[in-house]
């Protein structure tokens, strides 16, 4: 499993389709289905809709099935596209799923994407994207606690670290 930030409509193309050479899946927000045309082509990119703000159990298992089959999945830890280009708090939903989970977890930053197409603008700009990866985060310790709020909140914050730990310096 791969968890990167997320700034972007650029986000799953870049990480999905640029670097790793299967296709992946995604969780987006169930809204984005029913926009017509967008809805198919994501649906199409191995995407599946979640209803946020509530615990999605068809959401869920389709998290699951997705790993149980063997495929990658991508999760944007902060559930949602940054309004400002700075990495956001990550959601505890998150660190649920990948306590459930229990799979390797491989962070990445992605850049640029905020400059080319940040949230708000109906089209994107050119612009200089990339992806870095780092080494698989330890979480063996944290799946040792008991499954509860606080144990999914040292996850995001691990999570978030290592991604943090991967941006590039501003010179």
């Not at 099935?65 to 991508?74: Q, S």
């Not at 330890?138 to 499954?147: A, F, G, K, R, W």
Request: proline letters at 8%; a positive charge.
């Amino acid at each position: 499993m791969v968890v990167a930030n997320h700034a972007s409509f650029l986000d799953p193309y870049l990480i999905g389709y640029t670097s790793v050479n299967r296709q992946v899946g995604f969780m987006a927000k169930d809204e984005l289905f029913h926009v017509p045309i967008f809805g198919s082509i994501i649906r199409y990119c191995g995407a599946f809709p979640v209803k946020r703000g509530v615990a999605d159990q068809t959401a869920i298992q389709n998290f699951h099935d997705f790993l149980h089959a063997g495929k990658p999945l991508v999760v944007f830890v902060e559930g949602t596209r940054t309004l400002d280009g700075q990495l956001q708090k990550a959601k505890k939903g998150s660190g649920m799923l990948l306590y459930n989970a229990k799979v390797p977890v491989i962070p990445a930053y992605i850049d640029g994407t905020f400059h080319c197409w940040p949230k708000g603008k109906l089209l994107p700009r050119p612009g200089n994207t990339s992806v870095t990866y780092g080494p698989a985060i330890e979480l063996t310790d944290l799946y040792q606690s008991p499954p509860e709020k606080p144990t999914y909140e040292k996850i995001v914050i691990r999570v978030m670290d290592a991604i943090a730990r991967l941006k590039p310096v501003q010179g």
